[in-house]
Structure formats: C-alpha cells, structure tokens
C-alpha cells in the first residue's frame, strides 16, 4: 500500500519555525520524485519544494532561503524545515511523490503564520 502522511503543522507567529514531517509506505525514493505543495483558502496551489533520489532539490522563489527539504531514507520520511515563516505561507501542505506515471498524495497538515 501506498501511502503518505504529513504532520508537524500548526499556528506560528511570524518570524518562527516549523518542522513539517511526510512519512512514506510503499514509496522507493529512487523511483519517486517528493515534494511539498501547498494550498490556502481561495488560491491555486502551488509547489513549494522537491527532492530527487540524488538529492537534487528545487525551491519555489518565495521559500528560497527560509526552507530546507531533507530526507531520511531510513525512516522513508521527507521533512519541510520552515524558518522565517511569514502570514503568506499560511496554508495547507501536502506531501506529494511522483513518479514516471504515477502520483500520490497525503492528506495534508494545516500550516497558520498570525500574530
């Protein structure tokens, strides 16, 4: 089975950090592209943040340089590190693998930036 599931969200003032976590089931890191998307109320969702099985990672230009995506292959887990956080990451963020013609999502976890 085929699964992914993020945690680690929550309310964060502006300024502050979190550690968002996707852990996988029955996904290879070698065959499958993860990825961070994210989606708030009203708004296209967009891509945030990708690994590749070599590590080769690709940042949208407004997280460059506040957040980190990592793996660790042996807990088959992919982490979003969000430093900086601003009210415009407000949304929720969803884990994605892609692979040559599959694509499987998780479920989401609700990021909120308020003061």
């Known amino acids: 089975q085929e699964q992914l599931v993020e945690s680690g969200g929550g309310l964060v003032q502006p300024g502050g950090s979190l550690r968002l976590s996707c852990a996988a089931s029955g996904i290879d890191f070698s065959t499958y592209v993860m990825g961070w998307f994210r989606q708030d109320l009203g708004k296209q969702r967009e891509l945030v943040a990708t690994i590749s099985s070599g590590e080769r990672t690709y940042y949208s230009d407004s997280v460059t340089g506040r957040f980190t995506i990592s793996a660790d292959n042996a807990k088959n887990t992919v982490y979003l590190q969000m430093n900086g956080l601003k009210p415009e990451d407000t949304a929720v963020y969803y884990c994605?693998?892609?692979?040559?013609?599959?694509?499987?999502w998780g479920q989401g976890t609700q990021v909120t930036v308020s003061s």
């Open positions: 994605n693998a892609r692979g040559w013609i599959k694509d499987y």
